[in-house]
């Protein structure tokens, strides 16, 4: 079945289809590109089924997320590329604006740089201290604040990375 025809699926006819919201909303353009991904068409001897639900290719959140997706403006060939890149989480910009820059904005976007801090450039120029982490500063006299958890109960640093294995 193509992605434009009419479901034969018994769910879809009892159901039907899925409103698209007026207002799109990040979270929408969000929750379609996970749908799109999420409910892709596996291929079976009977003909191509959605990967999630079992149900016949596309299901009704596949076709949600490709109308909600339609309407932000992506194109066909843009809905494939989100499906074939496989990554249900990649960030879609809010508002599309496909093309040319958005106006007001540069070509190139600025080099990022710490707030606070000069460009690299000018680092030991002007009497600013040399890029490091900067240790607290308390009140004279004053104890540091203990950490939530207990007495004697290990505290994990921060996360840097995924511990889990990135799917190939």
């Not at 909600?68 to 604006?97: S, Y």
């Not at 540069?106 to 710490?114: E, G, I, K, S, Y």
């Amino acid at each position: 079945m193509r992605v434009g025809e009419q479901s034969t699926d018994p769910i879809d006819l009892i159901l039907g289809e899925v409103p698209v919201p007026a207002p799109l909303t990040p979270e929408d353009v969000r929750l379609a590109v996970r749908a799109v991904v999420v409910h892709a068409a596996e291929e079976w001897p009977n003909g191509p089924l959605c990967r999630n639900d079992g149900a016949s290719y596309p299901c009704r959140l596949h076709r949600w997320g490709r109308r909600v997706l339609e309407n932000h403006g992506l194109n066909d060939r843009q809905i494939e590329a989100l499906i074939r890149h496989g990554n249900p989480f990649v960030h879609v910009p809010f508002p599309f604006t496909y093309g040319s820059p958005a106006q007001g904005r540069a070509a190139t976007p600025p080099a990022r740089q710490a707030p606070g801090y000069p460009a690299r450039s000018q680092a030991g120029s002007a009497g600013y201290p040399p890029r490091s982490q900067a240790g607290r500063v308390g009140a004279p006299g004053t104890r540091p604040a203990l950490r939530p958890g207990g007495p004697g109960r290990p505290v994990a640093p921060p996360a840097t990375a995924p511990r889990w294995p990135r799917a190939s």
